[in-house]
């Protein structure tokens, strides 16, 4: 498998549920090796967008979606979602070990377990999901995604459900074990997506189309107390509610 992380152009004509029209006209680049955070109203197509991205939505007719290096997408994403999807008869190491045992593969222990020690969880390979928190588990979900080695990685809310301390540290976590590889995070938090973006991109409108959205000049992930920081976030959650 090539772990190189390509760009991903993106062009779809628009798309139609049930006769209501969800995505207009969208044509978006998620640069190589970068994260890149999609905002916008709720409803408005965020996770369609990113379902079609993974392949789990049939893409509608004309559009398309390819990586800048010309080869399939196929086999080179992995998916983080809002909740951890732990499965709770296995336990902590199991669940991280979980992809290659569903495709009868050779499961590498000692890299899982550097996995789980990389998210602060060393000590607790042999946990039931049900002992550990919140916090502990999509830490786990975080290993399990790593585990996957795929270049690019799709994450849906990932940090949403833990409380801020929580999701402040696993912003840290994430973007220091996701360097390097081509990130969409969808998101509602505009902190977050200042911290941890180096594209920001909003839908908004019926049908939704993409306005992409300045951030700060640092490098992510940025220090929440940068004034920078806070007054790019500040103005995206203006922007939301305006879209709202």
Known sequence: MDHRAPALDIAIPGLAFGGRQVLGELRLRLPA???????????????????????????????????????PLTGRV???????????????????????????????VARA???????????????????????MRQRAALARTLMEQRPVVLMDEPF???????????????????????VLLVTH???????????????????ATAEEIRVPAAPPPRDASDPAVMAAAAALLESLAAAA
Do not use: F, Y
């Not at 890149?36 to 369609?48: I, M, N, Y």
């Not at 998916?79 to 495709?103: E, F, I, S, T, Y």
């Open 33 to 71: 090796g970068h994260c890149t955070a999609l905002l916008g109203p709720s409803g408005v197509g965020k996770s369609t967008l990113l379902r079609l991205v993974a392949g789990l939505l049939p893409l509608p007719e004309g559009a398309w979606i390819a990586a800048e290096d010309g080869a």
């Open 78 to 108: 992995a998916w983080m979602a809002q909740q951890d999807l732990l499965l709770p008869w296995l336990r902590l190491r199991q669940n991280v070990l979980l992809g290659a045992r569903l495709r009868g593969e050779r499961t590498d």
């Open 113 to 135: 377990d550097a996995l789980i020690a990389s998210v602060g969880l060393s000590g607790r390979e042999t946990a039931w999901p049900s002992e550990l928190s919140g916090g």
């Open 160 to 182: 949403s459900a833990v409380d801020a301390p929580t999701r402040h540290r696993l912003q840290d976590l994430a973007a220091r074990l996701l360097a390097g590889r081509t």
């Open 189 to 207: 938090d505009p902190l977050e997506a200042m911290r941890l973006a180096h594209h920001v991109v909003m839908l908004r409108g019926a049908p």
